[in-house]
């Protein structure tokens, strides 16, 4: 009786080995998807979580958006869009998504989680408004008259002559 031979990826050809690579990509299967049935918001929404696990942010947010482009209110797009700029670091744009799907469907506790976390993040970066101790110190001449300019274009006959 014959042995069954293990072939091992490396004894592959290399063009045949890169196309096994790209099928065990994670968003393989929904770029085949989309490519099926394009702009599909589900889909999009699920490659956005596979952009976002393996770190390409920017691509996460792209997918992101796409799937919100026919429907502005699609929860699920929401949320990954605010996932993913949650990751990018942009809490505070994070935080207007969290709070535009916590007003559509407060009964999911993710956008809830996700409104905490930003501002979680928001104060670990600023710091708590308490925390902040603004000194008038030094010469503030400069904002004075870059006040005074702003008011006199913006409400001229405030100015007297």
């Given at each position: ?44 929404v699920?490659?956005s ?14 997918d ?71 000194e ?26």
């Amino acid at each position: 009786s014959a042995v069954p031979r293990l072939v091992l990826p490396g004894a592959l050809k290399p063009a045949r080995t890169q196309e096994i690579d790209d099928r065990c990509r994670p968003g393989f299967v929904f770029a085949q998807a989309l490519q099926i049935q394009a702009g599909d918001r589900n889909c999009l929404v699920a490659r956005s979580k596979c952009y976002l696990r393996l770190g390409d942010t920017e691509n996460a947010l792209k997918d992101a958006e796409a799937s919100l482009e026919t429907d502005k209110e699609f929860t699920k797009g929401l949320y990954q869009k605010a996932e993913a700029l949650y990751t990018m670091g942009d809490f505070e744009f994070a935080l207007v998504f969290y709070h535009r799907g916590y007003r559509l469907r407060p009964e999911l506790r993710k956008f809830k989680l996700g409104i905490q976390k930003c501002q979680e993040a928001i104060e670990n970066s600023v710091g708590s408004p308490s925390s902040v101790k603004l000194e008038n110190r030094g010469d503030l001449c400069f904002l004075s008259r870059q006040a005074e300019v702003w008011s006199s274009c913006l409400f001229p006959e405030w100015v007297s002559d």
